[in-house]
């Protein structure tokens, strides 16, 4: 294959500068003026990135532009503690308020999300 050939096999997400709010990057570390996001999937603390459908990226965030403008809050989720503040969209983040406060504890959504895991994984989807 040729160098022009691989060239054109490159996949870019986003081309140009990009807005903020606009996810830049997927499965890299955040660079400076990005924030570290995930999707809306079920997960856990350890949960890997494309396990049951769950992926984190980044996201286009300059200094002085509010997350929130673009509907990202700060999650609570615990996932990968040692990454620190992350973000998700406002409606994952209320799901995840609201089974803390009804469950009492992280662990405790933890159990629930793993009950709801084994019983997708048992059900027979096909």
């Known amino acids: 294959m040729t160098k022009s050939r691989k060239r ?4 870019r997400v986003a081309r140009g500068k990009p807005k903020p709010g606009h996810i830049v990057a997927h499965n890299r570390r955040r660079r ?13 603390a350890a949960t890997a990135n494309g396990v049951h459908g769950f992926r984190w990226f980044t996201v286009c965030a300059p200094a002085g532009w509010d997350p929130a403008s673009e509907e990202w809050e ?14 998700a969209k406002a409606s994952h983040v209320q799901w995840w308020r609201d089974q803390i406060k009804e ?5 405790a959504v ?14 027979d989807v096909g």
């Open 8 to 11: 054109k096999r490159v996949h």
């Open 32 to 44: 400076k003026g990005e924030i570290l996001c995930h999707n809306h999937v079920l997960h856990t």
């Open 74 to 87: 700060v999650c609570p989720c615990g996932w990968r503690p040692e990454l620190r503040k992350h973000y």
């Open 103 to 107: 469950r009492g504890s992280l662990e």
């Open 110 to 123: 933890y159990r629930e999300v793993h009950r709801r895991q084994r019983e997708y994984r048992d059900r």
